[in-house]
């Protein structure tokens, strides 16, 4: 069974600083990999994905990450971020096989913007 | 932009009555779920529905849970006899296929069980 782990509950950083927060996945064949965001008493939004190809990709609002398969990581990446972005980020694995494609979420980050 | 709607956005209900939480997924998605995200905890998978049946469902949906597509814009769940534990926020997402493709998620209902 897929698993997803982000071992940061909670991470604080300053406004205009980089932003790094972990993802590793656990799952047998090649992944579908997903950020999504949580603004307080907000839905899930999709900051982006993973499928195939390249392995960085970009998402909204100035994000990217990175899949790197010797580590089975998908890691969240922001050179810079704003007191907006303070909100709780989700990640996601979904199965590659046909029919059924159930999202298996980490226990997710908390950030936390300080001025 | 077309999106997930669900209703009510709150809802109390005393343990053992039931409760329908409603959704409209985009228009032309294919495929439906729900999960639900108890205080604190991760988003947990609830079901998945394709084609007027249920494609898999997880431990959590048990007896008590049932969804439905009434008609050809809502998707609904049915929680039979509530019960303090189904106090949770309850997500319904939606695709237009599942291969590689990404789940857009309603702003969810929060069910308070009392």
């Not at chain 1, 998402?59 to 398969?69: L, M, Q, S, T, V």
């Not at chain 2, 039979?80 to 309850?90: N, P, V």
């Amino acid at each position: 069974a897929q698993s997803v782990t982000q071992p940061d509950i909670h991470i604080t950083v300053s406004e205009g600083a980089s932003l790094e927060l972990r993802c590793n996945y656990s799952y047998g064949a090649t992944p579908y990999l997903f950020w999504y965001v949580q603004s307080p008493g907000q839905g899930l939004q999709l900051l982006l994905k993973y499928f195939s190809g390249d392995t960085l990709v970009q998402g909204i609002k100035g994000f990217e990450a990175e899949f790197k398969r010797s580590q089975s990581s998908f890691n969240l990446r922001k050179p810079s971020v704003h007191w907006s972005d303070a909100a709780e980020y989700f990640c996601a694995v979904g199965k590659s096989n046909f029919g059924n494609e159930k999202l298996t979420f980490g226990t997710g980050t908390r950030l936390t913007i300080i001025p | 932009e077309p999106e997930v709607t669900q209703t009510p956005s709150h809802q109390v209900t005393q343990m053992g009555q039931e409760v329908i939480l409603r959704c409209v997924p985009i228009s032309n998605h294919l495929y439906f779920y729900w999960y639900r995200q108890i205080l604190g905890q991760k988003v947990e998978f609830l079901v998945s529905f394709y084609n007027n049946e249920i494609s898999e469902k997880s431990e959590i949906f048990d007896d008590q849970f049932s969804v439905e597509r009434p008609d050809g814009s809502n998707f609904t769940l049915k929680i039979r006899s509530t019960k303090l534990e189904d106090s949770a926020m309850y997500f319904c997402a939606s695709s237009p296929s599942p291969r590689g493709r990404e789940q857009y998620f309603g702003p969810g209902t929060r069910l308070t069980v009392t």
